[in-house]
C-alpha cells in the first residue's frame, strides 16, 4: 500500500511518501481510508516534540473515515461497514488496522470527509468542555483559535450544550470561519481582552479554551469571571506560559490541564464512550466540521506544513490517491 511516513525528526518536509507492507489485522479492524484527518500533533511528531515518540520511520495520522475491509468476531463490524476511527497512529496511508473500541458507527448521513473531521477534534474539546471544564448551560466560552480545527469544534460543541460563545481570531477572514462555525460574537486577537470585557459588561467569561498559549495566556486569565476555567489544550503558538498562582487564588478561578491522550491510555473503552454521547448531535447536524483544504496522499507534507504553519483555516483532510 502507499504511505506517507515521518522518516527523520526535522519538520514537514520529513514525510515522505512510499510503497510499505499493509498492517496486520490480528485482533484488529482493518479500514480502507477514505480520508484522514490532519491535526496539530501530527506537526509535533515530525519533530520529535509530541508526547509519545514512535520509532522512525512510522507512518501520522490520527483520526480516519472509511469501510471495514475485516473485522474480528466479536467487534460489532463487519466488512462493509461505513466507520470513523481513532487509530492513534497510521491514518497517512491507504489502509489502517484499529483496536475495535477506537472504531466507531459512521451514519450514512455523514460524509467519510465529516467523519474523518470528528475524532481527535471533537473527543479532545468533549474531553476539555464536559469532563475537565464542567461546563453548564447557560455559560459563556471564550475560544482561542476559533478558525482552526479544534476552536471550530470547540464553538460547536459549547453551542449544543447551550452555551455563549465569543470566538477568537488573528484576522478578519478566520473570524468569518468562527462565525460560520456557529460562534455567536468575534473579536481580534489583538486586544482581545478590552473586547471581551465590553461584550460581557465587565463580568468576563465563564471557560476559556485555549490551544494556542504563548502571550494570550495571562490575558486569558484576565477575561474570566470569578470561579472561571481555563483549559489548556495546547501551545501553537509554540510558547509554553507560566502562571502566577496568586491570580488563581484572588480571582477563585482555575486553570485546568485537557490530557486527553494521556487519559485515554489504558482506558479505550472511553473513545466509544465520547462517541456515543456525540452520535445525537452529529446526527441531527450540531456537530458538523467546517473543512479546509483536501489534498492527496502525495501530498501530505504539505498539508501538516499548512497546518504547522498556521495557515489552515477549518480541517484539513488527506485522501488517498486513488479514492
Not at 484522514?36 to 495520522?61: E, H, M, S
Not at 476539555?128 to 461546563?135: A, K
Not at 485537557?258 to 479505550?268: D, Q
Amino acid at each position: 500500500m502507499r504511505a506517507a511516513r515521518v522518516t527523520r525528526l526535522d519538520g514537514p518536509a520529513a514525510i515522505e511518501v512510499g510503497d510499505v507492507p499493509e498492517p496486520a489485522g490480528d485482533g484488529l479492524v482493518v479500514i480502507d481510508i477514505v480520508a484522514a484527518g490532519v491535526t496539530f500533533p501530527d506537526a509535533l511528531l515530525t519533530r520529535g516534540l509530541y508526547q509519545i515518540k514512535p520509532p522512525l520511520p512510522f507512518i501520522p495520522g490520527c483520526e480516519i473515515a472509511g469501510v471495514v475491509r475485516a473485522a474480528p468476531a466479536g467487534s460489532g463490524f463487519t466488512a462493509g461497514d461505513r466507520v470513523a476511527s481513532y487509530p492513534g497512529l497510521g491514518g497517512f496511508a491507504e489502509v489502517v488496522a484499529a483496536e475495535p473500541n477506537a472504531v466507531f458507527p459512521l451514519p450514512d448521513s455523514v460524509s467519510f470527509e465529516a467523519g474523518a473531521a470528528l475524532p481527535m477534534n471533537y473527543f479532545t474539546v468533549h474531553f476539555g468542555l464536559v469532563r475537565r471544564g464542567g461546563l453548564h448551560p447557560g455559560e459563556t466560552v471564550l475560544v482561542h483559535g476559533a478558525a482552526g480545527g479544534i476552536g471550530t469544534a470547540a464553538i460547536q460543541l459549547a453551542k449544543a450544550y447551550g452555551a455563549t460563545v465569543i470566538g477568537v481570531a488573528s484576522t478578519e477572514e478566520k473570524a468569518a470561519v468562527a462565525r460560520a462555525a456557529g460562534a455567536d460574537e468575534t473579536v481580534l486577537a489583538e486586544g482581545f481582552r478590552d473586547a471581551v470585557k465590553d461584550l460581557t459588561a465587565g463580568r468576563g467569561v465563564d471557560i476559556v479554551v485555549d490551544p494556542v498559549g504563548g502571550d494570550r495566556f495571562t490575558d486569558s486569565l484576565r477575561t474570566l469571571a470569578p470561579e472561571g476555567r481555563l483549559l489548556v489544550i495546547g501551545f501553537t503558538a509554540g510558547e509554553i506560559p507560566s502562571v502566577k498562582v496568586n491570580r488563581l487564588l484572588l480571582n477563585n478561578i482555575s486553570v485546568v490541564g485537557v490530557g486527553r491522550g494521556a487519559f485515554v491510555r489504558g482506558r479505550s473503552e472511553y473513545l466509544r464512550e465520547q462517541w456515543n454521547d456525540l452520535l445525537p448531535l452529529i446526527e441531527d447536524g450540531r456537530l458538523d466540521p467546517l473543512l479546509g483544504r483536501t489534498f492527496s496522499l502525495e501530498q501530505a507534507a504539505e498539508a501538516v506544513a499548512e497546518l504547522d504553519e498556521r495557515r489552515a483555516t477549518g480541517k484539513l483532510l488527506i485522501k488517498p490517491a486513488d479514492s
